[in-house]
């Protein structure tokens, strides 16, 4: 890995690349639909509620929780992948356009105060500080953006199945090019080196972009600890998209269901 210092702003530079949708496409909108299925089922939110989807990335959660009949307000701090939601909802998707709005936010400042019945977080989109403190500036942020009694949808990584399964590093081929990928934890995060190779046009050797990426890792019972310290009751877990429940050692994905007081 790089210098720390770098390494810091890693998501400014990575989310802002077409190579980052490329690479995360298999997230596609049948996962997204999933998860979009099981927040609904459990909730069971009248039509019109609003909802706030944090870090949207290109907007694929946002856009199934505005056709499903809800108010939504996606944010990121990427403008291109905002950028790439605004295109969706002018294409695509253009009979949200009335219920599904699209803001270059920090998700550590979310300006908004007791408006919204739901909050989402999803696909993993969360631990990309090296301080604790930062990382839970997140949750702070969205309790205040929740009107009382409103839910918040919080969908992470296993962090006892990713420490038992890490793959240190994986090699594919896609659209021609070469994507090299290797992990490690340290410091109770998860850290990826993203190496993208491609032909030259302009000369034999090829050229070779590369990325960062970084998690911190949290258990279930440090996100029950901070979750209380806002005013966040945890009333519900699950272990994957259909709705399992979570086992820390076994579950795909640890999501956490909870309610502001």
């Not at 690479?23 to 049948?30: A, P, V």
């Not at 021609?176 to 990928?181: K, M, W």
């Amino acid at each position: 890995m790089a210098d720390k210092k770098k390494n810091s702003s890693w998501f400014k530079k990575w989310f802002g690349t077409k190579d980052y949708l490329e690479l995360y496409k298999h997230r596609n909108s049948t996962d997204a639909r999933k998860i979009a299925g099981l927040i609904t089922r459990t909730l069971k939110l009248p039509k019109g509620s609003k909802v706030l989807d944090v870090a949207c990335g290109n907007g694929r959660h946002s856009l199934i929780l505005a056709a499903k009949g809800f108010d939504v307000l996606g944010i990121d701090l990427s403008s291109f992948l905002i950028s790439e939601a605004n295109k969706k909802l002018r294409t695509d998707y253009r009979k949200q356009k009335e219920h599904l709005r699209f803001e270059i936010r920090d998700m550590r400042n979310i300006t908004h105060v007791n408006e919204f019945d739901l909050a989402v977080n999803l696909f993993s989109s969360f631990g990309y500080f090296e301080k604790d403190a930062e990382n839970f500036k997140v949750f702070k942020s969205i309790a205040r953006a929740l009107k009382p009694g409103g839910y918040f949808f919080f969908d992470f990584l296993n962090e006892t199945l990713l420490k038992k399964n890490i793959v240190p590093f994986d090699i594919q081929v896609r659209n021609h090019n070469a994507v090299v990928q290797v992990r490690k934890i340290k410091n109770n995060a998860v850290y990826k080196s993203i190496y993208i190779i491609r032909n030259n046009p302009k000369g034999s050797s090829p050229v070779v972009n590369e990325f960062y990426e970084m998690i911190k890792l949290y258990s279930l019972a440090e996100f029950r600890k901070v979750f209380k310290r806002y005013g966040l009751n945890v009333i519900k877990t699950f272990g994957d998209y259909s709705g399992k429940k979570y086992n820390s050692n076994s579950s795909e994905r640890l999501i956490i269901l909870a309610q502001k007081k």
